[in-house]
């Protein structure tokens, strides 16, 4: 609560204020529902400015050969509960009944030196075992974002399986800018982005993996035309020129 009120005092007396998703703005006090507003001032001295991505660099590609032929769902996150990385593992094992030629690629690891996450890890590790999914979910660790456009492009679908504290996901706009649509739970920030969304448990994750598997081309070609009309790094420039000009 004091966390809190501290965060509120310093913006309502904060001249300029930007945040990349509608949910602070919420917690801060203003009617502000999920998307209004983007690259705008929403109230004197507010803006609600998302994270974009360079929809040139990140687009559909060929994609690895060597990756496609595992029929990858791609689960780039860091390895901390937040992340909800051990709610997609659990999904996954129920929607591979139906789909055993299927695999998960988490694409992320544990954050050095931070102990929770790097139990975290371990518990990932003994739960795929406990699953019996030694041989379909694989840990590719972290990987340089210049290699990303072929993971995204290899993969059936991506899932953002976020518990909690995660903004306009820079990982969900990469992937629909690559044509591979994504699945996130309806949590904070991720609720301004055109993702399709679930509750962060177990059962709506795979319930949403069926869906989206039996349409992910219609769905990833109209996630990367929202992305790539909304979320570009021009309509981001165009907004923070304005949020500098606005303090002068």
């Given at each position: 609560m004091?966390?809190?009120?501290?965060?509120?005092?310093?913006?309502?007396?904060?001249?300029?204020?930007?945040?990349?998703?509608?949910?602070?703005?919420?917690e801060m006090g203003l009617d502000v529902s999920p998307r209004q507003g983007m690259f705008q001032e929403v109230s004197p001295g507010k803006w609600f400015v998302p994270n974009c991505v360079d929809v040139g660099l990140f687009a559909p590609r060929q994609g690895l050969p060597e990756l496609k032929e595992k029929n990858p769902i791609i689960v780039p996150r860091n390895l901390t509960y937040s992340?909800?990385?051990?709610?997609?593992v659990s999904a996954y094992a129920s929607f591979r009944e139906k789909h055993p030629d299927t695999s998960l690629v988490i694409i992320g690891d544990a954050i050095p030196g931070v102990r929770e996450s790097e139990e975290f890890k371990e518990k990932l590790l003994s739960?795929?075992?406990?699953?019996g999914l030694d041989s379909k979910v694989f840990f590719l660790g972290r990987l340089a974002p210049a290699e990303m456009p072929e993971v995204y492009s290899?993969?059936?679908?991506?899932l953002i399986p976020t518990r909690c504290s995660e903004g306009?996901?820079?990982?969900?706009?990469?992937?629909?800018?690559?044509?591979?649509?994504v699945i996130s739970t309806d949590v904070e920030g991720l609720l301004d982005l055109p993702t399709l969304k679930?509750?962060?448990t177990v059962e709506s994750l795979a319930d949403a993996m069926e869906r989206v598997f039996k349409q992910?081309?219609?769905l990833g070609r109209s996630q990367r035309k929202q992305v790539a009309e909304n979320y570009n790094l021009a309509n981001w420039q165009r907004a923070w020129m304005k949020v500098v000009g606005n303090r002068y």
């Amino acid at each position: 609560m004091a966390r809190k009120f501290l965060a509120r005092f310093a913006f309502q007396r904060a001249t300029q204020f930007v945040a990349n998703d509608t949910f602070v703005l919420r917690e801060m006090g203003l009617d502000v529902s999920p998307r209004q507003g983007m690259f705008q001032e929403v109230s004197p001295g507010k803006w609600f400015v998302p994270n974009c991505v360079d929809v040139g660099l990140f687009a559909p590609r060929q994609g690895l050969p060597e990756l496609k032929e595992k029929n990858p769902i791609i689960v780039p996150r860091n390895l901390t509960y937040s992340r909800g990385v051990d709610l997609a593992v659990s999904a996954y094992a129920s929607f591979r009944e139906k789909h055993p030629d299927t695999s998960l690629v988490i694409i992320g690891d544990a954050i050095p030196g931070v102990r929770e996450s790097e139990e975290f890890k371990e518990k990932l590790l003994s739960q795929v075992k406990s699953l019996g999914l030694d041989s379909k979910v694989f840990f590719l660790g972290r990987l340089a974002p210049a290699e990303m456009p072929e993971v995204y492009s290899s993969a059936l679908f991506t899932l953002i399986p976020t518990r909690c504290s995660e903004g306009t996901s820079l990982s969900a706009l990469e992937s629909m800018a690559c044509g591979t649509p994504v699945i996130s739970t309806d949590v904070e920030g991720l609720l301004d982005l055109p993702t399709l969304k679930c509750e962060a448990t177990v059962e709506s994750l795979a319930d949403a993996m069926e869906r989206v598997f039996k349409q992910r081309e219609e769905l990833g070609r109209s996630q990367r035309k929202q992305v790539a009309e909304n979320y570009n790094l021009a309509n981001w420039q165009r907004a923070w020129m304005k949020v500098v000009g606005n303090r002068y």
